[in-house]
Each structure stands twice: as structure tokens, then as C-alpha cells.
């Protein structure tokens, strides 16, 4: 069974700062991995979808990459802001039919 | 605007009492499913549908049920509520199966 794994559980950085989320899971055959970002008390906005056969996607700051083989994947944000304070969440896709998340970061920056 | 929306947003209700969160999209997705979300446990999948009256069951479906009769709308039934079904629901859709899924806002329930 797919278990996915995110550290650090809680990160606070000063703004400005670049830095990296780490996501890990177990089973390598994966359909695609996708980022979230949620905010307290709101739903899931969805930020990057990787491919299993990409190795990384951009949007903005925001830089997720995918090793499949090691079963890893990182988000990177550039220039954090107080506005990326959030819960950032990796869910991994493995049959298709239903997305394994793992606990999540929560970020805080601080101005 | 390209949205799921669920209804309602909060509901607080009673063991037993039979309940209805619906959920609908307008993408015209033919994949929908729902979470349910719990402190230390995370987001786990309770049932998905593929398509119009073609539902399967995720990683918790005991004590819910779901049905699929227009491929905009898929409810999630709590027939008799218990106090463990206190959650945060999250109904999500997708093109296909194994596309980027789309978030509802979430519906806090609690049952006492």
C-alpha cells in the first residue's frame, strides 16, 4: 500500500528566503504527483501536476520536481512571502483512482 | 467561473439522523470522488465515481454511501451518522480518471 511521507512537518522561515519541501513515498508506480496548497479552514488549491514521466514542472516561484525511481519529490519556492504561509500537501496518484496524501508542511513565513 | 461547490459548508446534526452533502461541478469532469479530511490521519479517499452510474469504493466507505445519476452531481449519503463520521469533507473532480483533480471548499460536519 502506498504511504507517502512529507518532512518537515512545520518549517518557519523569514521572508525572502528560498527553501524546499520534501515529499517521499514508497511504491514507485505512480500515474502523477500533485501539490496542494491549503489554507486553514479552506479546501485544496492545486498548484503542480507532474507526469510519471516528467522530472519537473514550474509555475511562478514554485518548482516541483519528481524522481520517480527514488521515490522522492521536493517543491521549491523562491522568494517566500507572508502569503505563501499555508499547509502545503504532496498527494501521489498510483492506479488512477484515487490520490494518497501525505500530512503536509506547514509553512510560515514571517515579514 | 470553473468551479466544484458543495453544500452545505457547515452542518451540525445528530446520531441517526439521515444526511446529504451534495457536491456538483461544472467542468464536466467524469471523474469525482470524496475525502474526508482528520487531524493525524490526513486526507483518505471515501468512494470515486468514473463516470455516470459507475461508483467504487475508496480507502473508508463504511457507513456512507454515493450515487452518480448526472455526470455533474455526486451527493455523499450518511444513511445513520455516528460521531466518528466528524470530519472535514472534501468532494474533488477531474477530467479522467488520473488527471489534476479540483478541489471543492470542503463541508465541516459534525455529528453529536
Known amino acids: 500500500k502506498q504511504e507517502v511521507t512529507q518532512i518537515p512537518a512545520a518549517l518557519s522561515v523569514p521572508e525572502g528566503e528560498n527553501l524546499v519541501l520534501n515529499c517521499s513515498f514508497t511504491?514507485?508506480?505512480?500515474?502523477?504527483l500533485q501539490w496542494f496548497r491549503q489554507d486553514p479552514g479552506k479546501g485544496l488549491t492545486s498548484l503542480l501536476l507532474i507526469q510519471s514521466s516528467q522530472r519537473e514542472q514550474t509555475s511562478g516561484r514554485l518548482n516541483a520536481s519528481l524522481d520517480k525511481s527514488s521515490g522522492r519529490s521536493t517543491l521549491y519556492i523562491a522568494a517566500s512571502q507572508p502569503g505563501d504561509s499555508a499547509t502545503y500537501l504532496c498527494a501521489v496518484n498510483n492506479a488512477g483512482n484515487m490520490l494518497t496524501f501525505g500530512g503536509g508542511t506547514r509553512l510560515m513565513v514571517k515579514p | 467561473e470553473a468551479q466544484v461547490t458543495q453544500n452545505p459548508r457547515y452542518l451540525i446534526t445528530v446520531t441517526g439522523k439521515k444526511l446529504t452533502v451534495t457536491c456538483s461541478q461544472n467542468?464536466?469532469?467524469?471523474?469525482m470522488s470524496w475525502y474526508r479530511q482528520d487531524p493525524g490521519l490526513g486526507l483518505r479517499q471515501i468512494y470515486y465515481s468514473m463516470n455516470v452510474e459507475v461508483t467504487d469504493k475508496g480507502d473508508v466507505p463504511e457507513g456512507y454511501k454515493v450515487s452518480r445519476k448526472e455526470k455533474r452531481n455526486f451527493p455523499l449519503i450518511l444513511e445513520s451518522p455516528s460521531p466518528n463520521q466528524t470530519s472535514l469533507y472534501f468532494c474533488?473532480?477531474?477530467?479522467?480518471?488520473?488527471?489534476?483533480?479540483?478541489f471543492g471548499p470542503g463541508t465541516r460536519l459534525t455529528v453529536t
Open positions: 467542468m464536466n469532469h467524469e471523474y
Open positions: 474533488a473532480s477531474s477530467l479522467l480518471q488520473g488527471d489534476e483533480q479540483y
Open positions: 511504491d514507485s508506480a505512480i500515474y502523477n
